[in-house]
């Protein structure tokens, strides 16, 4: 058994230490050339992670719920129009369906925690236009059910990719299946900027062109306004600090996926827990293990136990799934969902911990449910 350590949930200050010297020589030279908005920097990384996904364009926006709702504002959504979206996912997700005129019909997850396409099927109605799959905690759901569903059903796709970047389903990237995908760059995400930022991935070159004008005060190239827009443009300086975090991105995946092996290695004989897909389980999903989300029997009493010897864990969003706020207005019951928001949480998970670290947090859990 390992000695005692601390082990933070996530090291913010990690997100600018790991790589002060450039971040620093960078935006010193950004500033110095009073480059701050809609820059050099914008356009190299724009095209960098463009070229990472191998989609054809990249948008830089304020941030990931932003990416959200400008592809979600190019679907002409009216008063009554449903979006169907999994309910274990950000508030985010169905607050820019929301804010572009639909309405968020949530619903269940499966054991992967992802969009269940039987849920999408039992969910559809007349006022069915689009789904929101979210590839949450660094997977991308199984998509090709829910493109059938799509393609039947003459329904638009726009994903919540914010967790995914570089995940891949059957080779193709979050992102991709439909119209458009959404990436976070929010500090704690596999690719986190020093605040906020997001961007929209997009083959459509006619979604392409709105969400650049629509992130712009709905100006085109020229100046011209020709619809209503926003000021979300992704900060010239968090371009900078992304273009470094860029080069290294493909360690930080494979950084995360070995921590996601030991932990698969070590806990998987344990009956208490669900794990997520180990990283080896589907040549179809290559997972980017953004967080490693497990279901545990006993949940509350194996976090205090961990707490107690300095392991620090946390419940997404707090524990609660979108259709449970009630003040959104949702009087739903989601099955799945709601046993496995009694029964989750996220275990550390990031390029700050080594591999050490990881063992400890699976001796404390072992040692918990041996107890
Ligand atoms: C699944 C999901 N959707 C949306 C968002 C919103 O992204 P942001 O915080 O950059 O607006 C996040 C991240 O915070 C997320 O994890």
């Not at 083959?203 to 011209?224: C, F, M, P, Q, Y």
Request: proline share 5%; with cysteine; aromatic share 8%.
């Amino acid at each position: 058994m390992l000695a005692k350590r601390e082990i933070p949930f996530f090291n913010y200050p990690a997100v600018f230490a790991a790589d002060s010297e450039e971040i620093m020589a960078s935006i010193s030279a950004v500033l110095a050339r009073g480059a701050y908005i809609m820059q050099a920097e914008l356009t190299e990384f724009e095209t960098q992670l463009a070229k990472y996904v191998g989609m054809k364009h990249a948008i830089g926006v304020g941030d990931g719920t932003m990416a959200i709702l400008l592809p979600l504002l190019t679907c002409d959504l009216s008063p009554g129009d449903e979006v169907i979206v999994p309910s274990h996912t950000f508030v985010a997700s169905a607050a820019a369906i929301h804010h572009a005129g639909g309405t968020p019909v949530p619903v269940d997850c499966g054991a992967d925690h992802l969009i269940d396409a039987k849920s999408v099927r039992a969910a559809l109605s007349d006022r069915t236009r689009g789904i929101m799959p979210v590839q949450l905690n660094g997977r991308t759901a199984a998509m090709d059910p829910i493109i059938e569903l799509a393609q039947e059903n003459d329904l638009f796709i726009v994903e919540d990719s914010c967790q995914a970047l570089g995940s891949t389903y059957k080779g193709r990237p979050a992102g991709s299946f439909g119209i458009a995908g959404a990436i976070s760059f929010y500090p704690s995400k596999t690719l986190g900027c020093l605040g906020d930022g997001g961007a929209v991935l997009t083959n459509d070159e006619t979604v392409a062109h709105k969400v650049r004008s629509l992130r712009d005060h709905g100006r085109d190239a020229s100046g011209e306004v020709s619809r209503w827009g926003f000021n979300t443009r992704l900060d010239n300086v968090q371009a900078a600090v992304l273009n470094i975090k860029l080069k290294s991105y493909d360690k930080a995946i494979s950084h995360r996926r070995r921590l996601a092996a030991v932990y698969e290695e070590r806990l998987r004989g344990v009956s208490q827990l669900l794990l997520p897909p180990a990283p080896d389980a589907s040549p179809d999903h290559f997972d980017i293990y953004q967080n490693y989300e497990i279901e545990a029997e006993s949940r509350d009493a194996l976090r205090q136990h961990l707490v107690d010897n300095g392991v620090h864990t946390i419940l997404q969003w707090g524990g609660m799934a979108i259709h449970q706020f009630s003040k959104l207005g949702f009087d739903q019951t989601l099955p799945y969902t709601e046993r496995m928001v009694d029964r989750f949480m996220l275990l550390p998970m990031n390029t700050s911990l080594s591999d050490a670290d990881i063992h400890y947090v699976c001796d404390q859990i072992l040692a918990f449910y041996e107890s």
